[in-house]
């Protein structure tokens, strides 16, 4: 008894140990950074933390701790833009995402039994390249020079290149692109699963093909919809690599916030009160997530 | 096939398919169906009467599951019509049918609680918000599903479930209700209790009923007429108790209920027993059977009889009217509770079942293994089939 008793606690145990060295502990030191003041040396804040000084030090080095850094992201308007360029590229993308991912997985999920594995492989390939390097050719792609608007000129749909890369058109692209896999799959899911008789009950009971899409399909992929719309929103949110990469200069998010206020500006609290900021107004998406998959769960029963 | 036994005139049956001047609500004229290089369904002609419950019955693959969609409009015919109340419907989309279905599967919407179910066909043919409560209620209470009213289909036994699928499919009314394998989840006990109540339903709504089943237990109980399949061609269209004592071919003969088939050659038409019969020559012994068409003396045939219908016996029948007999030994005996089914080996190696009521504690059965029995029928109680 005492054994198995043990065993559980073990069990338990594990993933709250893992939390709380991989996320709560960095999450720790982040805040700490935040709570700091800059100051030129290395580290690049005070203060740090003496702990051959005691209680002393430790009591000392928590009076030095204010949130300097968070009141300076009111106070100057950047971040605020930032936040909410941020904002709105994610939702849009996501948005985008849903109109390109949702046709896909319906199609998949009405595909022949026998073609949906090979679709479903097409649609995980990218990720056996490198994402870094999926970026760097859609540069290739939308340059005034590049693969798109040579083939455009070429058409005659255009007389003089489109400028396209680093505007936030091209990020949009490389946000949809890159985030498409995580809308499409949870949604293929939902769809795969449901039975046909579904819908030939709804157009037995007088729906249209088109009514009996609005009023069952949709409504039974929506737990998909929802899950897709948050696995590219999170992400997309603290995104830096695109539109770093395609955004060019004049595309302002958090994600790239961040990385200047780091590397370029060398003021850690800054970039870390960021960071907290950015983490928080994750967490309020995240949570209804959770809520949502326990109710889907729950449902599913 | 001639008709067997004409009920009594002045107790009006119902049985509209005797009746020449009575106007189908269904017909099938020569409809085919054909998948690719498979042929689901050949050919087939038929009438369903208002107020039926007709039941297909036959083996899995036979095309009856395809018939039925037919009728729903989920499939068209490759070739032939189908007419509801003389109309025409391949042109009719199946949404616009005055038809609807429950599924095998049931299909109810895991999103909408049950009465928003049972509301949803009448949302879409425009009826008052009134109207439809009071419809909806109306159908929660026939299928005595009120207290459930609020939940979710996830929520529900199979058995609840089952009655909410048909309640939904009731609920707009329709001219013809179509049931696919309506209780082929359910348990056994629940099977029968719920063929019971199908039936009711079917007698108070006034509905037509056609069924698809592979269960002949349960065509026999709930159907008026049972159109057998076999292939994607009908082969014997029947009231339950025709088509099963007047059988016109070895398959329609073997699929409903247990049959001994035993393959002889005609004789010539003879007279026993105030009885109009056909002789029979099976392994040298003279037997005979009702034929329902000619049979040339001579040909082959087979004699179809049902196991309740033989006597089993340790001595030779005395009664005279037993005048189809068989000698054999007990090879084996299947005992199952209210019956004892007698494996008999007669000489010729043939194996003839017969089925024995246990009237007596199985302690003091008289017949035990390898004992030497008698077989023995009266006349007309086994069918002479020419296929």
């Known amino acids: 008894m005492a054994k198995g008793g043990l065993g559980r606690i073990a069990v338990i145990a594990i993933p709250y140990v893992w939390l709380l060295v991989f996320f709560l502990a960095p999450f720790a030191i982040v805040l700490k950074i935040a709570l700091s003041e800059t100051a030129i040396a290395q580290p690049p804040y005070v203060p740090v933390l003496d702990l051959q000084a005691g209680w002393a030090g430790f009591a000392e080095f928590l009076s030095e701790l204010d949130f300097d850094s968070f009141t300076y992201l009111l106070s100057d308007s950047l971040y605020a833009k930032a936040f909410l360029s941020s904002l709105t590229i994610a939702s849009l993308s996501t948005l985008f995402a849903l109109l390109v991912a949702f046709p896909l997985a319906y199609g998949m999920a009405r595909a022949p039994e026998r073609w949906r594995a090979i679709l479903l492989m097409l649609v995980i390939l990218p990720f056996w390249t490198s994402f870094l390097i999926r970026v760097y050719a859609w540069i290739g792609i939308l340059r005034p020079e590049g693969l798109l608007n040579a083939f455009l000129l070429w058409a005659g749909l255009i007389s003089e290149p489109l400028q396209i890369l680093n505007t936030p058109v091209a990020v949009y692209i490389g946000i949809v692109y890159s985030y498409l896999p995580f809308m499409v799959l949870p949604i293929y899911s939902t769809l795969e699963k449901m039975d046909d008789s579904l819908l030939e009950a709804a157009i037995d009971l007088g729906c249209t093909r088109t009514s009996a899409f609005w009023l069952v399909t949709l409504p039974l992929a929506l737990p998909g919809i929802v899950a897709g719309c948050f696995l590219v929103f999170i992400p997309a949110m603290g995104e830096f690599v695109i539109p770093d990469l395609l955004g060019g200069s004049s595309t302002l998010m958090m994600g790239k916030t961040l990385w200047s206020e780091f590397f370029s500006n060398r003021d850690w609290p800054v970039a870390s009160a960021v960071a907290i900021v950015l983490l928080l107004a994750l967490v309020v998406p995240i949570l209804i997530f959770q809520r949502q998959a326990e109710r889907q769960q729950e449902a599913g029963r | 096939m001639s008709s067997v036994t004409a009920a009594p005139k002045a107790q009006k049956v119902f049985a509209p398919w005797d009746d020449p001047d009575a106007t189908p609500l269904v017909e099938f004229v020569d409809v085919r169906k054909?998948?690719?290089?498979?042929?689901?369904?050949?050919?087939?002609?038929?009438?369903?009467?208002?107020?039926?419950?007709?039941?297909?019955?036959?083996?899995?693959?036979?095309?009856?599951?395809?018939?039925?969609?037919?009728?729903?409009?989920?499939?068209?015919?490759?070739?032939?019509?189908?007419?509801?109340?003389?109309?025409?419907?391949?042109?009719?989309?199946?949404?616009?049918?005055?038809?609807?279905?429950?599924?095998?599967?049931?299909?109810?919407?895991?999103?909408?609680?049950?009465?928003?179910?049972?509301?949803?066909?009448?949302?879409?043919?425009?009826?008052?918000?009134?109207?439809?409560?009071?419809?909806?209620?109306?159908?929660?209470?026939?299928?005595?599903?009120?207290?459930?009213?609020?939940?979710?289909?996830?929520?529900?036994?199979?058995?609840?479930?089952?009655?909410?699928?048909?309640?939904?499919?009731?609920?707009?009314?329709?001219?013809?209700?179509?049931?696919?394998?309506?209780?082929?989840?359910?348990?056994?006990?629940?099977?029968?209790?719920?063929?019971?109540?199908?039936?009711?339903?079917?007698?108070?709504?006034?509905?037509?009923?056609?069924?698809?089943?592979?269960?002949?237990?349960?065509?026999?109980?709930?159907?008026?007429?049972?159109?057998?399949?076999?292939?994607?061609?009908?082969?014997?269209?029947?009231?339950?108790?025709?088509?099963?004592?007047?059988?016109?071919?070895?398959?329609?003969?073997?699929?409903?209920?247990?049959?001994?088939?035993?393959?002889?050659?005609?004789?010539?038409?003879?007279?026993?027993?105030?009885?109009?019969?056909?002789?029979?020559?099976?392994?040298?012994?003279?037997?005979?059977?009702?034929?329902?068409?000619?049979?040339?003396?001579?040909?082959?045939?087979?004699?179809?009889?049902?196991?309740?219908?033989?006597?089993?016996?340790?001595?030779?029948?005395?009664?005279?009217?037993?005048?189809?007999?068989?000698?054999?030994?007990?090879?084996?005996?299947?005992?199952?509770?209210?019956?004892?089914?007698f494996h008999v080996r007669l000489d010729n190696g043939a194996i003839v079942k017969a089925q024995e009521a246990n009237r007596r504690r199985l302690a003091k059965r008289e017949i035990v293994w390898e004992d030497k029995v008698w077989l023995a029928w009266t006349p007309g109680a086994g069918v002479l089939l020419a296929r």
């Open chain 2, 34 to 341: 054909q998948f690719g290089d498979f042929t689901a369904v050949n050919g087939v002609s038929l009438k369903i009467f208002p107020r039926e419950f007709f039941a297909l019955l036959g083996p899995s693959g036979c095309g009856k599951t395809t018939l039925l969609r037919m009728l729903a409009g989920f499939e068209t015919p490759t070739s032939g019509k189908i007419l509801l109340d003389g109309k025409d419907l391949s042109r009719v989309p199946p949404n616009l049918r005055p038809v609807n279905m429950m599924f095998q599967s049931y299909a109810l919407f895991p999103h909408l609680t049950v009465e928003d179910n049972i509301a949803f066909g009448l949302k879409r043919s425009g009826y008052g918000r009134k109207e439809m409560e009071e419809r909806t209620a109306e159908m929660l209470q026939l299928v005595q599903m009120k207290e459930f009213a609020k939940r979710k289909p996830h929520q529900l036994s199979g058995g609840q479930r089952q009655r909410v699928a048909l309640a939904r499919s009731l609920a707009k009314g329709p001219k013809l209700l179509l049931l696919d394998e309506p209780l082929g989840a359910l348990d056994a006990k629940l099977r029968e209790q719920t063929q019971f109540e199908l039936m009711n339903i079917q007698e108070k709504t006034g509905t037509t009923f056609v069924i698809v089943t592979h269960d002949q237990e349960e065509a026999m109980t709930v159907a008026s007429r049972i159109g057998l399949m076999n292939k994607g061609s009908l082969a014997q269209v029947a009231t339950p108790g025709q088509i099963y004592e007047n059988p016109d071919s070895r398959f329609v003969a073997d699929f409903i209920g247990d049959v001994n088939i035993l393959e002889g050659r005609a004789g010539k038409g003879l007279r026993r027993d105030g009885e109009e019969v056909t002789g029979f020559e099976y392994a040298g012994g003279k037997l005979s059977g009702r034929a329902n068409e000619a049979i040339a003396p001579g040909a082959t045939a087979w004699l179809a009889i049902r196991p309740e219908k033989i006597l089993v016996s340790k001595t030779a029948p005395k009664d005279k009217s037993l005048s189809n007999v068989l000698e054999g030994r007990v090879h084996d005996i299947a005992y199952s509770g209210n019956l004892s089914t």
